[in-house]
């Protein structure tokens, strides 16, 4: 079964910590999303990658960066965690030829609390 | 722009009764539509699709038609059962966006 997994289901953090989000795809998927997710806000995508070493910003790129350096990884990287990050993240992935079809797949997301 | 519009949750119902969510979109081309849903705690999973107009999706007891002169994608079941509580999505993909666009999602709570 094809699987995007990330790393950790639950995570805290203290405020001012550096925080790495990994997210792996075994589809050989050239798209990789990041989404955060909160009550009444919606899915809102945070960066995306169309291919190795190549990032684009979301809708709300501030206070995070990513790292996309094999196919299979994206990153998501909080310089300096802040308690307004706290929030369920989402990675996703999706081939170029086929997210007309099929969508996008996703992980089962990561529960970020920062205190 | 392209975008999606979903009808405000909680939507509230008892176990074996009929459900819709309303979904409407608007999107200068024939975009494809999707159904997500995510259960508590997860993440979203595909429940449905169509690609092109008059497409009718259909998974696990819930359908959605694609009807293009109403900009519309609903989805029905015609009967929950508790195990359906969860926030279902509407979604389009556009080439041109090149990315899927989500409405805001519903909540649904089925009660025994």
Redesign the interface.
Request: no cysteine.
């Given at each position: 079964d094809v699987k995007?997994t990330?790393s950790s289901r639950y995570l805290v953090k203290r405020t001012g910590e550096k925080v790495f989000l990994e997210c792996v795809q075994d589809m050989d998927h050239e798209n990789m999303f990041w989404y955060r997710q909160d009550p009444g806000?919606?899915?809102r995508?945070i960066y995306?990658s169309y291919d190795v070493k190549m990032k684009e910003k979301g809708d709300i790129p501030e206070g995070y960066s990513v790292s996309r350096e094999k196919k299979e990884r994206f990153s998501l990287i909080l310089e300096s965690a802040s308690t307004n990050q706290t929030s369920m993240y989402?990675c996703?992935s999706?081939s170029?030829q086929g997210?007309?079809?099929?969508?996008?797949?996703?992980?089962?997301?990561t529960?970020l609390t920062v205190v | 722009g392209d975008s999606v519009t979903q009808m405000e949750g909680p939507v509230t119902l008892s176990e074996e009764a009929f459900l819709t969510i309303n979904c409407t979109y608007t999107a200068t081309g024939y975009p494809s539509l999707f159904w997500y849903v995510q259960y508590p705690g997860e993440g979203l999973q595909l429940l449905l699709k169509a690609t092109k107009a008059d497409d009718k999706g259909s998974n696990k007891g819930f359908e959605a038609t694609y009807r293009k002169e109403t900009t519309s994608f609903h989805l029905e079941k015609g009967s929950v059962q508790v195990s359906d509580s969860a926030v279902y999505f509407c979604a389009l993909w556009m080439d041109s966006s090149y990315k899927l666009i989500f409405g805001s999602g519903t909540r649904l709570l089925v009660r025994p």
């Open positions: 995007v990330q806000l919606g899915l995508l995306f989402l996703a999706s170029p997210a007309h079809r099929y969508g996008y797949t996703f992980g089962s997301g529960r | -």
